[in-house]
């Protein structure tokens, strides 16, 4: 293979080889994977990409790997799927849920980023692997880590959902909680990976990591029949997978998979942990760190690393931004899970309420083709939505009383 040329600077634009690095030693800007276009243009068509299985890695030329994928082989290629009942809801009439909510092997789209850290992370030969997580990384990794035989050190803030935890600890990994937010735990493991040789998904070899969600974008066009959307609206951590997406869709378009390229892209937060969104709205190019206040746990990031880059892509492409209550968000879980059958986590029912708030102010319009990127699955977040549905009907086990209550539901 070999279409990666090394790595670069996005602020200096230094250049640097393949290492497990990720600031520049000049300016301390992040660094960025940069590939061989040209090369790549020759070999990956829709045709090519078409006679590949069904996973991320049918684009693999433009995910930063010397050799063959070794972990995560069956991750990605989720449905995109046609909301026809919801986008009656909500007043548009072209919208589509990218459903990673069914991504394997844990149901959100950190198994994208997952499957890509640690196939590099086996070529720069770590045998241990490690991530700061706020809920989705700390279970993608203990699971694709285990699947791929690494030591794994899962560093999680101690207020995570408690089914988050579980569906970690199930994998047997090293769990530390850690008495923090998500920026404490985040700091901590920065200082970690500084002493240890481990490969710290998001920190060491964040620039690989980050290529991962690049897919996502990639399968949306070709979904939608090599075509790129009018409008796209992502939720926001780090702002790392908005950032990508755009990414994605450019080098799309740079490569001649597609025609035109003219996607507004919107940025999704809660209310209660929005500084990207707040510095889309106000203007300004400083993300103001916040502490986290919201049941959107997994999006609950107040100083984003990639927060300057999701707000540069929201403004250079036309898009805006939209933050919602945690009443909105159950409210939007409840409606994508009634319309479309789709049961998200805390982040999707942020999406989908900030989609309908940018369909309300108009910035996204009815005739739009619209995609909501769905990231994780309610079942991982079931806490949040306790309390908040209906009951069950309670019955004796026969006829009359079974009578009885359909009578009540009927009436
Ligand atoms: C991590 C995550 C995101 C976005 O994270 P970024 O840090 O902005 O890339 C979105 N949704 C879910 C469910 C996540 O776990
Ligand atoms: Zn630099």
Same mark, same amino acid.
């Given at each position: 293979?070999?279409?990666?040329?090394?790595?670069?600077?996005?602020?200096?634009?230094?250049? &640097?080889?393949?290492?497990?690095?990720?600031?520049?030693?000049? @300016?301390? *800007?992040?660094?960025?994977?940069?590939?061989?276009? %040209?090369?790549?243009?020759? $070999?990956?068509?829709?045709?090519?990409?078409?006679?590949?299985?069904?996973?991320?890695?049918?684009?693999?030329?433009?995910?930063?790997?010397?050799?063959?994928? !070794?972990?995560?082989? %069956?991750?990605?290629?989720?449905?995109?799927?046609?909301?026809?009942?919801?986008?009656?809801?909500?007043?548009?009439?072209?919208?589509?849920?990218? %459903?990673?909510? +069914?991504?394997?092997?844990?149901?959100?789209?950190?198994?994208?980023?997952?499957?890509?850290?640690?196939?590099?992370?086996?070529?720069?030969?770590?045998?241990?692997?490690?991530?700061?997580? !706020?809920?989705?990384?700390?279970?993608? $990794?203990?699971?694709?880590?285990?699947?791929?035989?690494?030591?794994?050190?899962?560093?999680?803030?101690?207020?995570?959902?408690?089914?988050?935890?579980?569906?970690?600890?199930? &994998?047997?990994?090293?769990?530390?909680? $850690?008495?923090?937010?998500?920026?404490?735990?985040?700091?901590?493991?920065?200082?970690?990976?500084?002493?240890?040789?481990?490969?710290?998904?998001?920190?060491?070899?964040?620039?690989? &990591?980050?290529? *991962?969600?690049?897919?996502?974008? &990639?399968?949306?066009?070709?979904?939608?029949?090599?075509?790129?959307?009018?409008?796209?609206? +992502?939720?926001?951590?780090?702002?790392?997978?908005?950032?990508?997406?755009?990414?994605?869709?450019?080098?799309?378009?740079?490569?001649?998979?597609?025609?035109?390229?003219?996607?507004?892209?919107?940025?999704?937060?809660?209310?209660? @942990?929005?500084?990207?969104?707040?510095?889309?709205?106000?203007?300004?190019?400083?993300?103001?760190?916040?502490?986290?206040?919201?049941?959107?746990?997994?999006?609950?990031?107040?100083?984003?690393? %990639?927060?300057?880059?999701?707000?540069? +892509? !929201?403004?250079?492409?036309?898009?805006?931004?939209?933050? +919602?209550?945690?009443?909105?968000?159950?409210?939007?879980?409840?409606?994508?899970?009634?319309?479309?059958?789709?049961?998200?986590?805390?982040?999707?029912?942020?999406?989908?309420?900030?989609?309908?708030?940018?369909?309300?102010?108009?910035?996204?319009?009815?005739?739009?083709?619209?995609?909501?990127?769905?990231?994780?699955?309610?079942?991982?977040?079931?806490?949040?939505?306790?309390?908040?549905?209906?009951?069950?009907?309670?019955?004796?086990?026969?006829?009359?009383?079974?009578?009885?209550?359909?009578?009540?539901?009927?009436?």
């Amino acid at each position: 293979m070999g279409y990666v040329k090394g790595l670069k600077c996005r602020e200096c634009g230094r250049e &640097y080889s393949i290492d497990p690095i990720y600031v520049c030693e000049f @300016c301390f *800007g992040p660094l960025e994977v940069v590939y061989d276009y %040209d090369a790549i243009k020759d $070999v990956l068509t829709r045709e090519a990409i078409l006679s590949r299985p069904q996973n991320l890695w049918r684009y693999k030329e433009l995910l930063p790997l010397d050799g063959e994928p !070794t972990c995560g082989l %069956d991750s990605g290629f989720t449905p995109l799927v046609r909301a026809a009942r919801l986008a009656e809801q909500i007043g548009i009439k072209k919208l589509y849920i990218k %459903d990673d909510t +069914v991504t394997h092997p844990t149901l959100s789209f950190k198994d994208r980023v997952v499957a890509v850290a640690l196939s590099k992370a086996r070529e720069f030969g770590f045998n241990t692997v490690a991530c700061a997580s !706020t809920g989705n990384l700390a279970h993608s $990794v203990s699971a694709h880590g285990a699947a791929a035989g690494f030591k794994r050190f899962i560093f999680i803030p101690s207020s995570l959902e408690k089914s988050k935890i579980i569906a970690s600890l199930a &994998y047997g990994p090293n769990l530390i909680a $850690v008495d923090g937010n998500y920026d404490d735990v985040n700091r901590l493991c920065s200082e970690v990976a500084n002493k240890y040789n481990w490969a710290f998904v998001n920190i060491n070899i964040r620039p690989f &990591y980050a290529e *991962g969600s690049k897919s996502q974008g &990639y399968e949306i066009i070709e979904q939608l029949g090599w075509k790129a959307p009018d409008a796209v609206v +992502v939720p926001c951590a780090s702002g790392s997978l908005l950032t990508i997406i755009w990414k994605s869709f450019k080098e799309m378009k740079d490569i001649g998979l597609i025609d035109d390229l003219g996607t507004k892209v919107y940025s999704a937060q809660a209310t209660g @942990c929005s500084p990207i969104v707040k510095a889309i709205k106000d203007g300004v190019d400083v993300i103001k760190p916040v502490k986290p206040d919201t049941i959107a746990k997994s999006l609950a990031i107040g100083n984003p690393a %990639d927060g300057f880059y999701a707000k540069e +892509v !929201t403004r250079e492409t036309g898009g805006y931004g939209a933050d +919602v209550s945690d009443a909105e968000i159950i409210d939007a879980i409840k409606l994508l899970a009634g319309t479309e059958g789709i049961f998200a986590e805390t982040a999707g029912g942020v999406t989908l309420a900030s989609a309908i708030q940018l369909v309300k102010s108009g910035h996204i319009k009815k005739d739009d083709v619209t995609v909501l990127c769905i990231t994780g699955n309610g079942l991982k977040t079931k806490e949040a939505i306790v309390g908040h549905t209906g009951e069950p009907h309670h019955i004796n086990p026969n006829l009359k009383s079974f009578e009885e209550v359909l009578g009540k539901i009927n009436s």
